[in-house]
């Protein structure tokens, strides 16, 4: 089987889902969030976009209230299961793009787009690896779990919800950012620092999420 021949063939049809998927706004939303999206409109509407994809190809999909996704294929009496985990969750689209943030764009063979590179983009290559196995008709020991999260970018809510509601695959893996150049994380730190002392520096401000690269910072003295 010529899995890049195939994959080759599939490229306008994967572009096209990943636009879809792209130009949602799915940054997580306080002020819209309700039941049965607990982390607002735009990561509500990027879910039941994937998931409906799921629906169109034959897959066996559930949502878990809202929380997170899974996109089945295999044998559903199958215990064995191997987990692909994603997310469909962004951070704040920031300043200074000069391609629009929320469409995707190819040029000169790159693709550009919020989440093309975390974890839209990476989450689609796998429903689609996934998609060519099941129209190949390749049989599987185990069962497939692609498991979509929601909030990644924000604290894993998402996550800490499914571990208690939701079934947890035997083993897997994250492709998540530049996978699999980049496969494993040492790990983070988030430091609050507070002083008494008396200071020149009125107000402070740099940056949207903890966990990005500061685009912008602004001091008044």
């Known amino acids: 089987m010529d899995f890049r021949k195939l994959a080759e063939e599939q490229k306008p049809s994967f572009l096209k ?5 792209i130009s949602i706004n799915s940054v997580r939303d306080e002020a819209t969030a309700g039941p049965g999206k607990p982390f607002g409109n735009g990561p509500k509407e990027a879910l039941n976009a994937m998931l409906s994809m799921g629906k169109r190809d034959g897959f066996d999909v559930k949502n878990i209230d809202g929380y997170a996704g899974v996109v089945e294929y295999g044998d559903p009496d199958n215990p064995d ?5 994603g ?3 962004i ?11 929320l469409a995707l764009t190819v040029n000169d063979g790159y693709l550009f787009g919020r989440g093309v590179l975390d974890d839209k983009g990476p989450t ?4 689609y690896a996934l998609k060519l196995i099941r129209e190949a008709k390749i049989p599987l020991k185990k069962r497939v779990m692609l498991v979509m999260g929601c909030d ?3 604290g894993m809510e998402c996550m ?7 079934e947890i695959p035997k ?5 998540d950012a530049d996978f699999p150049v980049i496969y494993g994380e040492k790990g983070g730190a988030h430091i609050i620092l507070e002083s008494e002392t008396s200071t020149a520096i009125r107000s402070m401000h740099a940056g949207t999420r903890p966990n990005i690269v500061i685009g912008k910072a602004d001091m008044t003295t």
């Open 171 to 175: 083993t897997g893996f994250v492709p």
């Open 124 to 127: 689609m290559a796998a429903y």
């Open 87 to 89: 997310h469909l969750d």
């Open 81 to 85: 299961t191997l987990g692909i985990l």
């Open 160 to 166: 800490n919800y499914y571990l208690s509601h939701a």
């Open 91 to 101: 951070v704040p689209l920031g300043e200074g793009w000069t391609k629009q943030p």
């Open 152 to 154: 990644e970018e924000s």
């Open 17 to 21: 889902d990943l636009n879809t998927i």
